[in-house]
């Protein structure tokens, strides 16, 4: 099972919007709509932020969205602030009880 | 949430095995599929495998097949993964994740994480 593909690095200023995306396959992103997104920040466990593609876990701020067209999911923060800089990674189901994580975008408070 | 607490970090020799534990809460333990995940340095997360609430199925990554053992015990309310025949590209960050009932093919909460070194 191959690692979803992310972007390296995203950049905004603050107050911006930023999307970035996270590619895979019909075996995985395409084929099953639970798509999740994770926060991490450096030396702390990941966070959950977005699941099921585009809902939010109770207590994640609104700027967070998600969504998925085919085999891309895309997570957009909007309003971006300084506490949103970290290591964001996706998450997919891939059938047959497996997972895969994306190779991680660092996202970058200008 | 209450995180699950991992066990503390452990340095092994090559060829060696590491069984790491993962305590979490006696509400959930029952009914949850407890997840491992593991980060090298400086690297992205990797799914591991998954053992299901009864303790008899598992699911692991092909990568690791053969070499991962994941068990649960449920008095104490705590999963197990045992990983032999370590090299060094298995030195990392392993966590566990919960994915609880009424929440599936999402991880969440994550333990704290336990850092294993492989070194001669």
């Known amino acids: 099972q191959s690692a979803l593909t992310q972007p390296a690095s995203v950049s905004g200023s603050p107050g911006q919007s930023i999307t970035f995306s996270c590619t895979g396959t019909t075996g995985d992103v395409g084929g099953y709509d639970y798509v999740s997104w994770y926060r991490q920040h450096p030396g702390k466990a990941p966070q959950l932020m977005i699941y099921?593609?585009?809902y939010r876990p109770s207590g994640v701020s609104d700027r967070f969205s998600g969504s998925k067209s085919g085999n891309t999911a895309s997570l957009t923060i909007s309003g971006l602030q300084a506490e949103d800089e970290a290591d964001y990674y996706c998450?997919?189901?891939?059938?047959?009880?497996?997972?895969?994580f994306g190779t991680g975008t660092k996202v970058t408070v200008l | 949430q209450v995180q699950p607490v991992q066990s503390g970090a452990e340095v092994k020799k090559p060829g060696a095995s590491v069984k790491l534990s993962c305590r979490t809460s006696g509400n959930t333990f029952s009914t949850s599929f407890m997840h491992w995940v593991r980060q090298a340095p400086g690297q992205g997360l990797e799914w591991i495998g998954l053992i299901n609430p009864n303790g008899i199925n598992t699911k692991y990554a092909q990568k690791f097949q053969g070499r991962v053992t994941m068990t649960r015990d449920t008095p104490t309310s705590t999963v197990y993964m045992e990983l032999s025949s370590l090299t060094s590209e298995d030195t990392a960050v392993y966590y566990c994740?919960?994915?609880?009932?009424?929440?599936?093919?999402?991880?969440?909460?994550w333990g704290q994480g336990t850092l294993v070194t492989v070194s001669s």
């Open positions: 099921d593609v585009s």
């Open positions: 998450s997919s189901f891939a059938g047959s009880s497996s997972y895969v």
């Open positions: 994740a919960e994915e609880r009932t009424g929440s599936y093919k999402r991880f969440d909460p």
